[in-house]
């Protein structure tokens, strides 16, 4: 069961970075330098996205091997990117703020973007 939750985090981290990456992110770059490709958003993205694979690839092998989990290292590499994750949410939360996206987008452009 735990290795399930952890399984389901992981994929669903990813779900939700790809549809910002591929649909929402491009939308905002139009006018929002914050979510353009080389900017912050889509860099923490490649952090969090290599901290994913290796907790899947980790998951992966304590499914095959369940005897060889090791919950150390599941905390280091759940460790390696928190600070990148946190950091990252924090972020998206003062980009995607009310306050903010005012200074870029009406309310009928905003409800024109597919989410």
Known sequence: MYLRSASQF????TVHHTIEERHIFPILAKRMEAFQDNEVHLKSHEAIHHGIEEL???????I????T???EEMRA????WRAVLFSHLDQEVRDLS????RKYWTLEELERIPM
Do not use: A, Q, V
């Open 69 to 71: 989990y090791n919950p």
């Open 77 to 80: 590499c759940l460790d390696s």
């Open 98 to 101: 009310g306050e903010n996206m």
């Open 56 to 62: 899947t690839k980790l998951i992966r092998k304590w």
């Open 10 to 13: 992981s994929k669903g981290l």
């Open 64 to 67: 095959d091997e369940p005897s």
